[in-house]
């Protein structure tokens, strides 16, 4: 099927926006049906192979043999380094057999597919539907005319995983592995023959007495409308209906594309902003009726707030922001992207309540819907971007590109966090007529919002609002337009691991705290977004030789590197007293012994005791940092030693003592520690939690040589996701216990060679049943 055409036919739904919030694992379906919609989840009872087999899209074909797997899912499991691409370039086949309700019948039945690795061909009852190309966006597909109401369907789908020179972001080098399979939820929409097929809610005057609320209602007409209908939306604080508005729908004739009804609410009264430290959301609320019944109903949640970039910076709300953020990719070891939503939202509770960001980059693709509902509720802002990396392909691959444009927005375009939209493929070259046609795309679909273009050359042309800017030089170049974000710096001119020599590990922290200091020292810098968050997976023509980037500020499993100290240090002591060094406690790691120490902390004083003797008084560096708020702390040890012994760290804030912090001379493993993000889980296959090991000294500091191999034992309805037995790295790791599909405990047991067991229980309480 022609794509063009393969838009119009499915109403160019986007997977995500007309499911409500809550759809996936709220009330059973029944609860839905006086709205006329129904969102039936489709990730259990999958039926997997390695190998499309003939016959397999049948609808009769056996498919016994075929592995039961639960969607989130990965095309093959892997180690967390040292693999080779090729061993998910494949194309596997997944079948679904499904009975559809009886309130069904008269309705349009759409699948919506929110990620599937690279391209997929679908088929329903051994109808070909068409082949989708592109792993980072949702797409749909009909299934209405080709299905069996009263009988079984079988859903088939051939994933084909390799990196296909035809598909964003394929045709040349990437630096960054794209993982296989049906990585991100599925679900069927039953749907009126008319329908709500988006909402996008516009604030506006936000900053005034006055606020107000303009609501672009899309409504897909399938069949002949010969009744005019009723739009009603409402705007909702929690229970309570701050304002309303209705608007008539005229009869309509069948039309590939929605109509647009525009709906102004207004006398809203004092409403909340959304911000960093109050993230206030609202709900809208749309009805589509007939008289007084129930056509179709869908729900959205949004925030007030005013966001825009400025000559003089980023302003939210009226207030100059520096943005202090971080590049984030969304994979993760052993399972690639197929990560359910609450590992999602983990990665941002770290950027914002861990590494204190204010704002992400989707660096290089629109990422998981659970990633960017997180960053709504918390706070953290968004630079979200279309697939692609350096390489721009012929027409029909741009028509894509262009394409997931508008497949970004239309999922996205209600989400608070999001202030800029990335519409150029990342560190390309300049191709007017092609961004052009992203930009114009872009401001047509959402007026709200900046664009931005991510590049390496300052003397690229300027298409967008706003000038995103690569710069991994020091100093940085000086900002050349007068709205300027700096996008990727440090990154791949400095890899780290956490096992690396003191040296190296101080001088990364200083890395990104002097690129900091340099943003902070003109306002038409807006800010940085650093390269990057967590180490990530590659190919082998980069990293470091075992298929890993070690450019994060964390390591693959999301525990600290010394340069996260540096990002945790920069927020106010009264969200949270820092004090973190970028070194490990030892005498003789450092080139010609340990003398220069450096600590990053939001106190401004500190006081350092070794073997219990006070050997210095130090305030922030302002010599070398004269910009930041929270200069890094530098003390020339070289002198200071009377003997060696534990260390001592107190920080003050205006003479007063507010943390302190010990770490162990005497150079030996003493604990070793579970660390689970979650105990709790839902079983419903696919619901999964990080759980970290640490082996540390006897004040619960990382001892980063400790190497041993850690086995684990589980009982009960769980999987573990990770090695077995886990070699250590830099002292720590993790694994990811994945509920299964029955509720009980479960009981994790970590074993350590010296240092003996640890364990940790999870309750895994009962999941909504799939009804279909």
């Known amino acids: 099927m022609d794509r063009r055409n393969f838009l119009k036919t499915t109403g160019t739904f986007i997977a995500g926006a007309t499911i409500a919030r809550s759809a996936l694992a709220s009330a059973r379906p029944e609860s839905n049906l006086p709205q006329g919609r129904i969102i039936l989840p489709l990730n259990r009872n999958w039926r997997y192979s390695p190998s499309v087999v003939e016959g397999s899209h049948g609808r009769d074909f056996d498919d016994a043999g075929f592995e039961r797997v639960v969607i989130p899912h990965t095309n093959v499991r892997l180690p967390w380094h040292s693999f080779d691409e090729k061993s998910y370039e494949f194309v596997s086949c997944y079948r679904r057999r499904f009975k559809l309700p009886p309130e069904a019948r008269g309705h349009r039945v759409f699948v919506d597919f929110e990620g599937v690795m690279t391209a997929s061909t679908v088929w329903i009852n051994g109808t070909r539907l068409g082949e989708y190309k592109g792993g980072y966006t949702p797409f749909s597909f009909d299934l209405t005319p080709h299905l069996d109401f009263d009988g079984e369907n079988v859903l088939a789908v051939d994933v084909d995983s390799s990196e296909r020179p035809d ?43 006055h606020p107000s609320l303009d609501i672009d209602c899309f409504i897909q007409h399938l069949d002949p409308a010969k009744d005019s209908l009723m ?30 009804h525009a709906i102004h609410l207004e006398n809203l009264g004092a409403v909340k902003l959304w911000d960093l430290a109050n993230p206030n959301l609202y709900t809208v609320h749309v009805r589509l009726l007939r008289g007084a019944q129930p056509v179709d109903e869908v729900s959205r949640t949004i925030g007030f707030r005013e966001a825009r970039f400025t000559d003089h910076g980023f302003e939210l709300n009226g207030k100059v922001i520096k943005l202090r953020g971080l590049d ?36 290089h693709y629109p990422q998981s819907r659970h990633f960017l509902d997180a960053c709504d509720e918390i706070g953290l802002l968004v630079l979200e971007e279309i697939p692609g990396w350096q390489h721009i392909g012929d027409e029909p691959w ?29 560190e390309s070259k300049d191709d007017h007529d092609f961004y052009l046609r992203t930009n114009a795309l872009a401001h047509k679909l959402d007026p709200t919002r900046q664009t931005g273009g991510i590049r390496y050359f300052q003397e690229s042309e300027f298409l967008e609002d706003v000038f995103t800017m690569n710069d991994f030089g020091f100093p940085l170049k000086p ?62 023509d980069f990293g470091s030789g075992d298929r890993i980037c070690y450019h994060g500020v964390t390591d693959i499993f999301r525990e600290p590197k010394p340069a996260a100290g540096f990002y945790k240090s920069q927020c106010d002591p009264g969200e949270e007293v820092v004090l973190e ?59 200071l030693f009377h003997k060696w012994g534990d260390l001592r760290l107190e920080g003050y804030i205006q003479g007063k003592q507010v943390i302190v912090k010990h ?15 979650d105990t709790g889980l839902i079983a419903d296959g696919a619901d999964a939690t990080r759980v970290v090991f640490r082996v540390t000294d006897e004040f619960d500091a990382i001892r980063p040589l400790a190497n041993d191999a850690i086995k684990f034992e589980l009982q009960g309805p769980a999987e573990l996701v990770g090695d077995n037995p886990f070699a250590l790295v830099g002292g720590t790791g993790a694994v990811w216990v994945r509920a299964k599909e029955q509720a009980g405990t479960v009981r994790l047991t970590a074993t350590h060679p010296v240092l003996g067991k640890q364990q940790v229980e999870f309750e895994i309480g009962p999941a909504v049943p799939e009804a279909v």
Request: glycine share 6%.
């Open 663 to 677: 770490y162990s001379g005497k150079g030996v493993d003493q604990k070793f520690r579970l660390l689970p993000d």
């Open 328 to 363: 984030r990719h969304q994979t993760f070891p052993f399972v690639g992207q197929a990560m359910p939503g609450r590992a999602q939202r983990r990665d941002a509770q770290i950027l914002r309540n861990q590494l204190k960001c204010n704002i992400v980059r989707t660096s």
């Open 479 to 540: 900002p050349n337009h007068p709205r300027y974000l700096n996008t990727e710096f440090v990154g791949h001119t400095y890899p780290t691991k956490t096992i690396d020599q003191v040296e190296r590990l101080t001088e990364h922290t200083l890395r990104h705290a002097r690129i900091h200091d340099q943003l902070a020292s003109n306002p038409q810098y807006a800010g940085g977004i650093a390269w990057c968050a967590f180490d990530y997976n590659t190919h082998g």
């Open 398 to 426: 741009k028509l894509i590109s262009i394409d997931n444009v508008s497949r970004m927005l239309r999922r996205d375009w209600n989400h608070p966090s999001i202030i800029l939209w990335g519409v150029r493929i990342n």
């Open 167 to 209: 598909i964003p972001p394929f045709g040349y080098q990437i630096d960054y592995l794209t993982f296989g399979g049906i990585y991100r939820e599925v679900s069927v929409r039953i749907v009126p023959p008319t329908f709500i097929e988006n909402v996008f809610a516009k604030p506006k005057d936000v900053m005034t007495a």
């Open 581 to 639: 060094p970028a070194f490990h406690w030892a005498r003789g790691d450092a080139s010609i012994g340990f003398s220069n120490a450096v600590v990053c902390s939001n106190c401004d004083h500190l006081k350092l005791y070794i073997a219990d003797v006070l050997v210095a008084d130090v305030d922030p560096d302002r010599k070398n940092f004269p910009h930041l708020r929270y200069a890094p702390f530098v003390v020339e040890l070289g002198e």
């Open 231 to 260: 739009l009603e939306v409402d705007l909702r604080q929690g229970d309570r209906v701050l304002a309303k508005g209705t608007q008539r729908v005229p009869p309509s004739p069948p039309a590939a594309d929605p109509a647009v």
